[in-house]
């Protein structure tokens, strides 16, 4: 089991993904299941966290669209959460010139004593593009992105 962060910062605003991959007994146990993650973020005075599990696909498919990203500074790159609404990030371009951006949403039910209760928060921020490149050194991303499967 390894622990890595992909980190996305800009003027004040940061995103924050851990991973810790259990490969063997994710695809024993539990099937697809590849990654349980931690978020965090803070933007513009908003502030959240989450813990949730990833698929392997996703995790790879998102790796494999950070890299084309990177390489082209067009496009964009898709994450989600097995459970709906846990997890949505998109790391994408957002001009001609070369700026990217990270937008998403994570939440969670919180159960009180007689009720649950949705808590979220929606972010969105613009970074320097040669983060690309840091965040495709974590190593949770790394074995996708030279491994495709």
């Not at 978020?39 to 998102?62: K, M, P, R, Y």
């Amino acid at each position: 089991m390894s622990i890595t962060a992909l980190r996305f910062q800009g003027q004040g605003h940061s995103f924050e993904i851990g991973a810790s991959i259990e490969e063997e007994i994710s695809r024993q146990v539990l099937g697809d299941v590849s990654a349980y993650v931690y978020v965090s973020v803070s933007s513009n005075g908003f502030i959240g966290h989450n813990d949730l599990w990833l698929a392997h696909e996703e995790i790879a498919q998102f790796a494999r669209q950070l890299g084309e990203l990177n390489q082209s500074l067009k496009g964009e790159a898709k994450l989600s959460s097995i459970s709906p609404n846990e997890l949505e990030l998109v790391v994408r371009a957002v001009s001609s010139r070369g700026n990217v951006a990270v937008t998403g949403n994570t939440g969670y039910w919180v159960k009180s004593e007689n009720a649950m209760f949705w808590h979220s928060v929606s972010f969105g921020f613009e970074f320097e593009p040669g983060q690309l490149s840091e965040a495709l050194q974590g190593s949770w991303l790394r074995q996708y992105v030279s491994n495709p499967d």
